[in-house]
T-cell receptor, first 113, second 113 residues
């Protein structure tokens, strides 16, 4: 099955600066990579996902990049705001053709005012 | 459209008891996956159901089981509860399996005393 590693575990940035979270995966056959945001007391919320046929995807202040050769993908948040403070998880399919996801350990993003 | 709903939201049980958790997917979604979230192990895949059939199962003991009904609603059961089963249990739904986007519910917080 797939193995996903996520870095850093904690990231503190000044409001208005950019934040980057990186993940690596082990199975070269993986072709779907979602990112989730989890706030205290809530379930994970999908914020963006990317499939292996594209190298980058953007949605307003959020972007994800994928490097299939190096087997890593990254989340980029620009112009960070206080409401961006949360725990972010990257994920990849455990097996091809199934819904089960394996998650990174999470990054606690702290936006300093 | 209503999101994924889970009941109950909070539960306290004692060791040796059993517990049943319920999940109602987003209307029209037919695939339901269950995950366990703990501070130590993070988010871990339990099992996935589609068309009332378990398609995949994670690395959990047989005390963890589930089922899906014809209306796509799902339940999971944990028998002979152990202290280590204390966790947030999350349900996620998608239209169909095979790496479709998954949407999570708020979770059921289980405390085993």
């Amino acid at each position: 099955g797939e193995n996903v590693e996520q870095h850093p575990s904690t990231l503190s940035v000044q409001e208005g600066d950019s934040a980057v979270i990186k993940c690596t995966y082990s199975d070269s056959a993986s072709n779907y990579f979602p990112w989730y945001k989890q706030e205290l007391g809530k379930g994970p919320q999908l914020i963006i996902d990317i499939r292996s046929n594209v190298g980058e995807k953007k949605d307003q202040r959020i972007a994800v990049t994928l490097n299939k050769t190096a087997k890593h993908f990254s989340l980029h948040i620009t112009e960070t705001q206080p409401e961006d403070s949360a725990v972010y998880f990257c994920a990849a399919p455990i097996w091809g053709g199934a819904d089960g996801l394996t998650f990174g350990k999470g990054t606690h993003l702290i936006i300093q005012p | 459209k209503a999101g994924v709903t889970q009941t109950p939201r909070y539960l306290i049980k004692t060791r040796g008891q059993q517990v049943t958790l319920s999940c109602s997917p987003i209307s029209g979604h037919r695939s339901v996956s269950w995950y366990q979230q703990t501070p130590g192990q993070g988010l871990q895949f339990l099992f996935e159901y589609f068309s009332e059939t378990q398609r995949n199962k994670g690395n959990f003991p047989g005390r963890f089981s589930g089922r899906q009904f014809s209306n796509s609603r799902s339940e999971m059961n944990v028998s002979t509860l152990e202290l280590g089963d204390s966790a947030l249990y999350l349900c996620a739904s998608s239209l169909v399996p095979s790496q479709e986007t998954q949407y999570f519910g708020p979770g059921t917080r289980l405390l085993v005393l």
